[in-house]
């Protein structure tokens, strides 16, 4: 492959093995934070021990996906600083607002959240895990915002041979941008959903002894998935007003539609036929090895999506502005790319494992002896902090 296939391949693998993080990410925060808030209204021990099984599955993840973020920022200065130079003053503000919400106000309170078990006051404790949740999906909000003026530079024109904001309201209102964000949040609370149902059908086919709580975190988790298969399927399908003339036409047309059809086809299963049917039935034995296999489709699914968005664009890096060659960091060698290829799809695939494995450990373990919300050996909560 020439230097400029190398570099695409570079931020495609390592682009879609960070929102492997991501999407989970998104799918898991809503549903501990209203996990937490049930415990807090009811006091309900079975609430509080869901919360901090599934807010530690939610934290492992956290934790790793940060460090594959960091990742893709330094693949802007890399090889694409052409993008940098040519639209850096529009692309890069979504870019800085979304290191602000994401490294330093959702980091922040999801510590406060970590931390505060026993320690803050109920309701400020709660606060916390829902900031964490909004700061999410803000910081998902600004890369849209920005992956959307790609695909359609609104709100821009080009003054001395660079792209300048002119209208931050249309960056923000852009048409690929106001159904493809409801659709990554379906796809965010699809894959979190399955991943409670495919856990929780894993130990119930192991006949664990906590048949209540895992029950209650498959319907939970299957309830999650509905809602989000729905809004996954009705915003894919909206999309298609916002999406370019051109955009799918030529020999890249077939697969591309072939996926999108494959995946509304399995959302439509899922949401009207497969998810109803678990949900008031979650003892059902032949349902569990189902949810396990379905476990990984929605990640499968996401990526796929992505590609669709993504390759439908080629050859332009910026819609009719600016092509992928033209954005490529000049001076790059075959050589350069292929290393930092190697040490990038590497050091990320790594961590995928590494999430994977710690993640499974914790399932297999089930919701005895978490670290999340322990009281140190021989430490008491404030009796006005405790829940």
């Known amino acids: 492959m020439d230097v400029l296939e190398l570099a695409r391949t570079q931020f495609a693998v390592t682009g879609s093995l960070h929102f492997l993080f991501v999407v989970l990410t998104l799918g898991l925060a809503p549903v501990v934070a209203l996990m937490h808030t049930r415990h807090v209204l009811s006091g309900s021990a079975l609430h509080g021990g869901m919360t901090r099984f599934w807010g530690q599955i939610y934290v492992i ?7 594959t973020g ?10 694409w600083s052409g993008l940098s130079h040519y639209a850096g003053d529009v692309f890069g503000a979504p870019l800085a607002m979304e290191t602000l919400v994401a490294f330093f106000l959702e980091s922040t309170f999801l510590g406060l959240w970590i931390f505060g078990w026993g320690r803050l006051p109920k309701w400020l404790h709660l606060a916390c895990i829902w900031l964490v949740t909004l700061t999410a999906y803000a910081s998902a909000f600004f890369i849209m915002v920005a992956n959307s003026f790609l695909q ?11 792209l300048e904001l002119v209208d931050f309201g249309a960056l ?3 048409k690929t ?3 493809s964000f409801p659709h990554v949040i379906g796809a965010g609370l699809l894959t979190g959903g399955l991943v409670l149902a495919g856990a929780s059908a894993y130990q119930l086919r192991r006949r664990t002894r906590e048949t209540l709580f895992f029950t ?3 319907r939970t988790g299957v ?7 729905f809004l996954a399927l009705g915003f894919g399908y909206a999309q298609f007003g916002g999406v370019q003339e051109g955009k799918f036409d030529g020999g890249a047309g077939v697969p591309l539609a072939l996926m999108i059809e494959i995946g509304q086809l399995l959302a439509f299963v899922l949401l009207f036929l497969l998810l109803p049917l678990i949900y008031w039935l979650p003892r059902w034995r032949w349902t569990h090895p189902v949810l396990i296999v379905m476990t990984p489709v929605p990640f499968a699914l996401a990526i796929l999506g992505w590609m669709a968005r993504e390759i439908g664009r080629q050859p332009w890096m910026v819609w009719h502005k600016l092509t992928v060659a033209d954005a490529l960091t000049p001076g790059l060698t075959s050589g350069m790319v292929t290393a930092s290829l190697i040490g990038f799809a590497g050091v990320l695939g790594l961590l995928a494992v590494v999430d994977y494995v710690l993640i499974a450990r914790v399932v297999r ?5 978490l670290d999340l919300g322990a009281v140190p050996a021989g430490a008491e909560p404030a009796p006005a902090m405790s829940y």
């Open 172 to 174: 923000l209102t852009n």
């Open 223 to 229: 309830g999650v998935a509905a809602v989000g298969a």
């Open 177 to 179: 941008l106001v159904f």
């Open 61 to 67: 993840n956290y934790a790793l996906g940060i460090v």
């Open 152 to 162: 359609n530079p609104a709100g821009s024109v080009v003054r001395n041979g660079r």
């Open 216 to 218: 209650k975190s498959l």
């Open 365 to 369: 373990r089930g919701p005895r002896d």
């Open 70 to 79: 960091l990742v893709m920022e330094f693949q802007f200065g890399l090889s």
